[in-house]
Nanobody, 120 residues
Framework: VQLVESGGGLVQPGGSLRLSCVAS????????MGWYRQAPGKLRELVAA???????NYADSVEGRFTISRDNAKNTVHLQMNSLKPEDTAVYYC???????????????WGQGTQVTVSS
């Protein structure tokens, strides 16, 4: 199983970016998908998560600015980031809880990370 992210980059404060993540490989079911981020010298933190049924959860710091969505048919998850702030600068990681067979309990998988830099 692989998770591949795209969409990071450099943006000015107040700007927008859209991150995407595609899961591929031996996939039976994808449960929760989410985005985490890690800034230099800080712990990795949850940004947003979405269940297979569409229920969402956001960090307080991004509530109202970021929107997570997924396409179950394409095994993809997106993060629309608006009104970006310098403190949003971090490496963003895609995460998914994936069952690879009907008998598996599911394992956490991570993407390689994509850099988001918010600076003027």
């Amino acid at each position: 199983v692989q998770l591949v992210e795209s969409g990071g980059g450099l943006v000015q404060p107040g700007g927008s970016l859209r991150l995407s993540c595609v899961a591929s490989g031996r996939i039976f079911v994808i449960n929760t998908m989410g985005w985490y981020r890690q800034a230099p010298g800080k712990l990795r933190e949850l940004v947003a998560a979405i269940t297979s049924g569409g229920s969402t959860n956001y960090a307080d710091s991004v509530e109202g600015r970021f929107t997570i969505s997924r396409d179950n048919a394409k095994n993809t998850v997106h993060l629309q980031m608006n009104s970006l702030k310098p403190e949003d600068t971090a490496v963003y990681y895609c995460n998914a809880l994936i069952r690879t067979s009907w008998s598996s309990m599911g394992s956490d998988y991570w993407g390689q990370g994509t850099q988001v830099t918010v600076s003027s």
